[in-house]
């Protein structure tokens, strides 16, 4: 065999063999669990530090390169780890599933009520009635979501319209006597000095503040600080203050409505450098 083709084919040779480990490709995924809620899992590319999280029935995608290694992990997960492989860069779909995290407690004995920590037993003992509830009942509006204090405090400030108008109906006997309708001019004068004193608007900032809690605990709750700080490099101790200045944000506001768990996560990636920046300028 001629001497050109022998080095062809070793050039054919080595760059067959070296594909899929230079190469990338979007690998897709599901993760799987006995008992809790898979989504919002966040899956990890530790080699080029990219990130995704999964959605409602588990499914995600991300950018691997052969040898690669994967991090899913969650509060409610023990993590885990894999490393492509080559099976993996051939399969149209992998599944990853994950052991729930369980928190073993050392035994305790329970008192009351004679129990003895076998929960079926102890339920039968105990002849329980059903909880009864507004739900249970069948009210109406039961299952209207309850308003915090700041929530009410704004409706009351703020109710009705500026200027409304009114029959002669609403005082009483008057329109007997006169045996007409008449109409009349209404002003809220309520209203009118919440919004001119300011008092409306420290409420519906209250309300804001509260809505920002609310969801901060949930991002907490979802991902863990000790996640959020490993994965955007941020000292633990200052992933509260790091939350604070993303919900602040104004363009943080339509995500805040959505709750979309996915979205929210590459805006705090995104914002992790310039909340470092910030926080470096500072000291």
């Known amino acids: 065999m001629p001497k050109h083709y022998i080095f062809l084919f070793a050039a054919v040779l080595t760059s067959f063999l070296g594909f899929g480990q230079d190469d990338a490709i979007l690998l897709k995924g599901k993760v799987t669990s006995s008992k809790n809620d898979i989504s919002n ?22 950018e691997v390169k052969l040898k690669d290694s994967l991090r899913i992990r969650a509060v409610q997960y023990l993590p885990k780890d894999i490393v492509i492989s080559k099976s993996h860069m051939n399969s149209s779909m992998i599944t ?7 928190i073993d407690l050392n035994e305790v004995t329970v008192t009351p009520y004679n129990l003895t920590g076998d929960i079926d037993r102890d339920i039968d003992r105990l002849h329980l009635e059903p909880t009864v509830t507004s739900y249970s009942l069948g009210l109406q509006n039961a299952d209207v979501t309850k308003m915090t204090q700041s929530e009410r405090l704004l409706q009351e400030a ?28 209404k ?5 009118i000095m919440n919004r001119f004193s ?3 608007k420290s409420l519906e900032e209250m309300v804001k503040r509260d ?11 979802k991902f863990s600080k000790q996640t959020i700080a490993e994965q955007f490099n941020i000292p633990e101790s ?12 104004p363009d943080f506001n339509d995500l805040s409505n959505s709750r979309n768990m996915s979205e929210i996560w590459t805006y705090l990636e995104t914002k992790s450098t310039d909340f470092k920046r910030l926080d470096i300028s500072k000291e």
């Open 198 to 200: 300011g008092r409306t």
């Open 187 to 191: 002003v809220n004068t309520h209203k």
């Open 96 to 102: 990853i599933q994950l052991i729930d995290n369980i």
């Open 211 to 221: 809505e920002n809690m609310a969801l901060e605990k949930e991002i907490i709750y």
């Open 158 to 185: 703020d109710r009705g319209k500026y200027v409304s108008l009114q029959t002669m109906d609403e005082y009483g006997k008057l329109n007997e006597i006169l045996s007409y309708v008449g109409l009349t001019v």
């Open 41 to 62: 899992v966040l899956v990890v590319n530790l080699n080029s530090k990219k990130s995704t999280i999964t959605d409602s029935l588990g499914l995600f995608s991300i």
């Open 238 to 249: 200052n992933v509260n203050g790091f939350l604070t200045y993303c919900l602040s944000q």
